[in-house]
């Protein structure tokens, strides 16, 4: 029904940047907030940055002032700028629509992409 595919992970020394990307696709028909989690090794998920309606941010703290999400609604993709990496950013990033299929407009359901990797090494 729907398909989150993310880009832009890889590997990048302390105080580098990446971008990562995440479009989603299929049988949408409200998109109402995106956003992007990491799993760490060893920790549990935790929620990176949320947009809503490509206005309204979200940011866990330690990430604020470093990293930027933003959207572009008409393509249904968010994206995360990723500024200072250090050691503590490396995980799994997963990103994650809250949406409405056009089978069932008035109900919101969570989709998730498969995850991208991001490492921060020197």
């Known amino acids: 029904q729907v398909q989150l595919v993310e880009s832009g992970g890889g590997l990048v020394q302390p105080g580098g940047s990446l971008r990562l990307s995440c479009a989603a696709s299929?049988?949408?028909?409200?998109?109402?907030?995106m956003g992007w989690y990491r799993r760490a090794p060893g920790k549990q998920r935790e929620l990176v940055a949320t947009i809503t309606r490509g206005v309204n941010t979200n940011y866990t703290d330690s990430v604020k002032g470093r990293f930027t999400i933003s959207s572009d609604n008409a393509k249904n993709t968010v994206f995360l700028q990723m500024n200072s990496l250090n050691v503590d950013d490396t995980a799994v990033y997963y990103c994650?629509?809250?949406?409405?299929?056009?089978?069932?407009?008035?109900?919101?359901?969570?989709?998730w992409g498969q995850g991208t990797q991001v490492t921060v090494s020197s």
């Open positions: 299929g049988m949408i028909f409200r998109v109402s907030d």
């Open positions: 994650n629509a809250r949406l409405a299929l056009l089978s069932t407009p008035l109900i919101i359901n969570d989709f």
